[in-house]
């Protein structure tokens, strides 16, 4: 697949770069990219105390939640989730050549 070069409304190019992934272990979990995005590419899940994922029904053994990448095909590129993260956990890249 090739890079993807777009314009930007005054003409300009642009290389849109995709969320690849979100640092679990320096994410808060407050939310700030997933309300940023609207596309629905990013969900909050429970960590164990383990660091591992655990469900909301484990209640003993949750520690916190972290942001995760739920459905990458939805991401448009424009990284406003990277822009607002306060500890810039997202990790972001073009399409492959």
């Not at 993807?4 to 969320?19: D, Q, V």
């Not at 960590?47 to 990448?69: P, Q, S, T």
Request: charged share 30%.
């Amino acid at each position: 697949m090739a890079n993807l070069t777009a314009l930007t409304r005054g003409g300009l190019s642009w290389i849109p770069k995709f969320l690849q992934s979100i640092n679990k272990d320096t994410c808060l979990g407050c939310g700030r990219c997933f309300k940023v995005c609207g596309r629905d590419v990013m969900e909050l899940r429970w960590l164990n105390e383990d660091g591992e994922f655990a469900e909301e029904d484990d209640d003993d053994e949750l520690e916190r939640r972290v942001m995760v990448l739920a459905n990458p095909e939805k991401c448009i590129g424009c990284e406003a989730c990277a822009r607002i993260c306060p500890k810039r956990c997202h990790s972001h890249a073009p399409l492959p050549a």
